[in-house]
């Protein structure tokens, strides 16, 4: 699994030197129990299981903050993309199901909003 | 000039004044959008996935599109642009993308990411200039104190977007002078609105909006603009005192007289 998630992100998480730049630029800082620059090692050590069952794997808003400050090029959204993709592309495992979606539309909601939430939580 | 021109889905639905605004606003300027036929969404987030390829076909079928019309493709919803220029850098850049996704389109004459795709406001800049735009203005608007709302999507990945200075851009700002307002610079205009997270925790959404807000307002800002839909949602819906927002469009269609009061 940590190949796959390797491949499918072309992320090598072993260029990371710990600066911490990706977490201080992060949005979503506080919304993870695993904070970008810990997502970056913990793939590294092979804890894919509690990154695939942590919330914040929901709430990276894919801002690309931490891809334009990384003075390595990790892109750790990148890293975090396919531990997403490897939970929601399981049976079963959709983070958003179509019955959801009604009771979350209001009358101003756009298009782009319900498609980019599909298209990040299930696939 | 005519270039081809991909609205995407917001814009045919919620969003209509941001394109209402730029059609007319481009024949006033001298050039033609050019819709798409039969364009299909873009799928508003690009696939950071390398083995995704159905995800990346919309985006390619526009792009071949008007490369068979010999033309640039002209975006303006800040998604549709991120997400059809960077499929556009992984046909160009990426072998194993590139192959693959000729060989399930069966393209008779392969596709290699040759058409240039362009945001509005980079036409505006870069084709038009705001020099000449700026003459063309016959309703300045002075006085007012604009700040411009980048969000992420036009900025970054800076290398792949080749947009503007990802950390200190200008265009927006540059764009508020030609239509003769004052351009309020403030620190969080490259942050991002909380995007597609506000369908499952609004909360988490109303934060990021309230920070940006209480930036804008702290440096003197009147009112915000934006290229974005989502943005434009989250900063109007989700903002707890927040100023108005509007589509740049819009301005500019007010600038050149166009815009029935």
């Known amino acids: 699994m940590v190949d796959f998630v390797k491949r499918i992100s072309g992320v090598n998480p072993r260029k990371c030197m710990k600066c911490g730049k990706c977490s201080a630029s992060c949005p979503a800082y506080d919304e993870m129990e695993y904070h970008p620059h810990q997502f970056v090692d913990m793939v590294e050590t092979g804890r894919l299981e509690e990154l695939m069952n942590s919330k914040g794997i929901y709430t990276c808003l894919s801002c690309f903050a931490c ?31 179509p019955d959801a979606i009604p009771a979350l539309l209001d009358d101003e909601l756009p298009q782009q909003a319900i498609t980019s939430a599909f298209r990040k939580y299930r696939k | 000039m005519t270039y081809s021109y991909f609205p995407g889905c917001t814009l045919k639905t919620k969003g209509k004044d941001l394109d209402r605004y730029a059609r007319i606003s481009a024949t006033a300027l001298g050039f033609e959008l050019d819709e798409i036929p039969q364009w299909q969404c873009c799928g ?115 290398k792949e977007m080749g947009f503007d200075n990802p950390e200190n851009p200008t265009i927006l700002e540059d764009f508020i002078r030609a239509v003769g307002a004052d351009p309020v610079i403030y620190a969080k205009r490259n942050e991002c609105c909380g995007g597609y997270c506000t369908i499952e925790n609004r909360n988490y959404a109303k934060k990021q909006v309230d920070g940006i807000m209480e930036n804008a307002k702290a440096q003197g800002a009147q009112m915000l ?13 989700n903002a707890t005192d927040g100023l108005e927002v509007k589509y740049f469009t819009e301005l500019l269609a007010q600038a050149l007289g166009l815009k029935e009061e």
């Open chain 2, 225 to 237: 603009i934006t290229a974005c839909p989502l943005c434009m949602y989250n900063l109007k819906e």
């Open chain 1, 67 to 97: 891809v334009e400050r990384c003075p390595r090029s990790v892109e750790p959204a990148k890293l975090i993309e396919a531990v997403r993709t490897a939970v929601v592309r399981q049976q079963d495992k959709t983070h958003l199901k």
């Open chain 2, 44 to 158: 508003a987030v690009y696939p950071m996935s390398k083995d995704e390829i159905g995800t990346r076909l919309s985006s390619v079928r526009a792009l071949i599109s008007a490369k068979e019309q010999g033309r640039e493709l002209v975006t303006l919803c800040s998604a549709c642009h991120h997400v059809i220029k960077r499929v556009n850098g992984d046909v160009r850049n990426d072998e194993q993308i590139r192959d693959k996704v000729n060989r399930y389109l069966k393209l008779d004459d392969a596709y290699s990411g040759e058409t240039n795709v362009l945001h509005y406001l980079e036409v505006l800049r870069d084709r038009i200039g705001f020099a000449a735009l700026k003459e063309k203005v016959t309703n300045p608007l002075t006085g007012m104190k604009i700040g411009a709302y980048y969000g992420c999507l036009l900025l970054r990945p800076g």
